[in-house]
């Protein structure tokens, strides 16, 4: 199998690791979240121990307001922290190969803009807090690559 399938497995066996704790194997209840997060993420999250972490992340997640995330709501979370850890990482792997990294300024300006649209209506603290994670991901990344 190849290592981005395996990759790929990986994503859905930790969803539904977690998922099925309380009987309901396709969503993940603040609980079973907050215990995700604690164990998978739980050395690069600001404030782990923070109640209001998971509360703003849930908030960020759950986009159908049924305070539980469904599996395409968690992987709107895995999809924003590979995005956020690619800006990082992605400069270091084209100067490692040599190669041109292209002006990506337009598509970042836009992307920005699709990211504002969706927390619209939201605290920006959660939206700071969300972001600040994200880049500490990357950065804890980098540290285990040796970057």
């Avoid at 960020?60 to 305070?67: I, R, Y």
């Avoid at 959660?126 to 991901?137: F, G, K, P, Y």
């Amino acid at each position: 199998m190849s290592k981005l399938l395996k990759s790929i497995i990986t994503v859905i066996d930790i969803f539904y690791q977690y998922a099925n704790q309380d009987g309901e194997c396709d969503m993940l209840n603040k609980a079973e979240l907050k215990e995700l997060l604690e164990n998978e993420f739980g050395q690069i999250l600001k404030n782990p121990d923070d109640p209001d972490t998971v509360d703003i992340i849930m908030q960020n997640l759950d986009q159908d307001h049924n305070k539980k995330v469904q599996f395409t709501e968690y992987l709107l979370m895995i999809f924003k922290l590979a995005r956020a850890c690619n800006k990082i990482v992605s400069k270091d792997y084209c100067q490692a190969s040599g190669s041109k990294q292209r002006d990506h300024s337009h598509q970042d300006q836009e992307e920005q803009s699709e990211i504002e649209e969706e927390d619209e209506g939201q605290k920006s603290s959660s939206t700071t807090t969300e972001q600040d994670q994200t880049q500490e991901i990357g950065q804890a990344l980098m540290e285990k690559k040796g970057m």
